[in-house]
């Protein structure tokens, strides 16, 4: 995958930090060094303030009362609705629906375009490198509908096995089920070319984007995918939040996934018509706050600018890759920097990955360690688990260098 | 700060030697053909896992094999585990606390880690019982 930067002035890391007060405490005297951005991202005072903001000035339900504080919290839930839109420049904020984290997403396409449109004779094709999230739901419409299951490999240095992808273009799937960036191998995935030649033989393609839209420019237009999904909180926002991006005329077709207060325009008691996109399928009151806080989050990361946070993790990462291989006994896994997003999975000698985040955290290093919500991935290169890295626009090479200080002290540990 | 500082204060002496040596060289690794008893589970937050397979003779636990893949915590305890057992009556082993695992493995742990640390026990137990037993930390 071939990138053009156009913002050149590096981001810097320094002056991001203090706007994160969770990165300002200190314990024992050593200093937070967070590397699990993966799993959720810290969040900027502008983000936290906005949620006070909300709870201590304005909180009304949305879209109900006539009264002031209800429409300013209608005004800004909807005005975050269109700051996401342009984000990663959706077609309109009609396509743009709120759900309560990525997971949610997926399991909304899997129940209700899933189940309206897939059935006995179809394939649903996903690739070995999936979170959970982008595997389970598929299965679960498997067993609903009959469809059969096929799946993409990865290669040992985690790309995805061109040859699988070609098997699976003459299956003609119904659904692809695709994540723009690997959360362990960090791989960095050609989303719009795969769409494309899918689209060619007529299937609908879903991405994954959690890992992908906090780290790096996202044009939904340019990847052309049916369905876009990623989650606010490693991206800044708060928890509890997601979206759901769709291509209108699927959203529109699509039966609705929950029904209740909100998804209506009329109710009576043998039948509804529901409501237009994207209230259709946000049934319930919603996570105002968390979209208000959202619409803060992306307001923040568009002011750093996306190539920069793309430029700045991109370094990063080729500067941790090649401190890591300078380790002994470490074993990386994942493509090399051009093609690897903003976490880094490795494995050091016969330390289980828990005992080594253990290690590090006495020393203020927070890394995850485990399967990653990837099991099968973890199956496929014949290992329990890894410990990773995931780095973010708070992170330096000051971090990565805390990072393989503590490497060297669980060698120690364990005498090696 | 000071729950934190508290929990930290054991970490230094956590990775003792003969932990890493029963981690490294573990006793009674392995399977039982046939066994009397046996059960596996998995530590669900780590993925752990830890099988126990049991023979009994007239009451007392003849011999005891643990298989499985964790970390060294969990693997030390389960292998510290089958030393603890090998030889004694079942109705003893029935009697092993949570208390007398901890004492034997020798380590102050952190909420997170008891549980690592305990998995073997509780694969042990449910072997006899022949059900799953709740977590020993529970309370
Ligand atoms: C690639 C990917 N997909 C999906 C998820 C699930 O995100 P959430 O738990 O917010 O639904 C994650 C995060 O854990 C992820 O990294």
């Known amino acids: ?416 | 700060m000071g729950i934190i500082a508290r929990e930290y204060r054991h970490m230094d002496d956590f990775y003792r030697e003969y932990i890493l040596d029963y981690y490294r060289n573990p006793r009674n690794r392995g399977v039982i053909e046939a066994p009397d008893y046996t059960y596996e589970d998995s530590n669900p937050l780590c993925g752990d896992e830890i099988r126990m397979d049991l023979r009994v003779r007239d009451g007392v636990v003849e011999e005891v094999k643990f298989s499985g893949r964790g970390c060294a915590i969990s693997q030390a305890s389960a292998s510290m585990l089958t030393e603890m057992v090998e030889g004694r009556p079942l109705e003893e082993v029935k009697q092993i606390s949570k208390e007398d695992m901890l004492e034997t493995l020798g380590i102050t742990l952190t909420p997170v880690r008891v549980k690592c640390a305990l998995l073997g026990l509780k694969v042990l137990k449910s072997s006899i019982y022949g059900l799953p037993v709740p977590d020993e930390d529970e309370p």
Not at chain 1, 226 to 242: E, Q, Y
Request: proline content about 4%; overall charge negative; hydrophobic content about 40%.
């Open chain 1, 1 to 416: 995958m071939t990138e053009t930067i156009t913002d050149t002035r590096a981001l810097d890391a320094q002056a991001v930090r203090r706007d994160f007060p969770i990165l300002q405490q200190e314990t024992n005297g050593k200093r937070l060094v967070y590397l699990d951005s993966g799993a959720t991202s810290q969040k900027p005072s502008a983000v936290i303030e906005a949620l006070d903001e909300y709870y201590r000035t304005y909180n009304a339900n949305v879209h109900r009362g006539v009264y002031r504080i209800s429409e300013l919290a209608s005004e800004r839930y909807e005005k975050s609705r269109v700051k996401v839109q342009r984000f990663v420049n959706a077609r309109s904020s009609r396509e743009i629906i709120f759900t309560a984290n990525v997971t949610a997403s997926l399991n909304m396409v899997a129940y209700t375009w899933g189940r309206a449109n897939v059935s006995r004779d179809d394939v649903i094709v996903f690739t070995e490198m999936e979170h959970h999230s982008n595997i389970v739901p598929w299965q679960i419409l498997s067993g609903m509908t009959g469809a059969r299951l096929e799946f993409i490999h990865v290669t040992d240095d985690g790309y995805l096995n061109e040859e699988d992808v070609e098997r699976a273009l003459e299956l003609r799937p119904k659904l692809l089920a695709v994540t723009a960036v690997s959360n362990v191998l960090g791989t960095i995935n050609p989303i719009k070319e795969l769409v494309a030649r899918f689209h060619e033989v007529g299937t609908t393609v879903v991405v994954d984007a959690a890992q992908a839209v906090p780290h790096m420019p996202v044009d939904v237009r340019e990847w052309d995918a049916d369905f876009v999904g990623f989650t606010a909180h490693k991206m800044l926002g708060p928890t509890g939040l997601g979206v759901l991006c769709g291509r209108r005329e699927l959203l529109e077709a699509m039966p609705p996934f929950m029904g209740g207060g909100d998804m209506i325009r009329e109710v009576h008691l043998d039948r509804t018509r529901y409501n237009e996109l994207p209230w259709k399928f946000e049934a319930g009151t919603p996570n105002i706050a968390g979209v208000i806080g959202l619409g803060v989050a992306v307001d923040y990361l568009s002011e750093l600018g996306m190539d920069r946070v793309r430029a700045h993790e991109r370094e990063l990462v080729a500067y941790a890759m090649e401190q890591l291989a300078e380790v002994p006994d470490l074993r990386l896994f994942g493509p090399p920097p051009k093609d690897h997003g903003a976490a880094v999975s490795f494995t050091l000698a016969d330390i289980h990955p828990h005992d080594l985040a253990h290690i590090l955290d006495q020393e203020n290093v927070c890394v995850r360690a485990g399967h990653h919500c990837a099991q099968p991935l973890m199956e496929r290169y014949d290992i329990a688990a890894t410990t990773r890295a995931s780095f973010y626009i708070y992170n330096d090479r000051d971090d990565v260098d805390a990072l393989v200080e503590a490497l060297h002290k669980a060698r120690k540990i364990f005498m090696l």
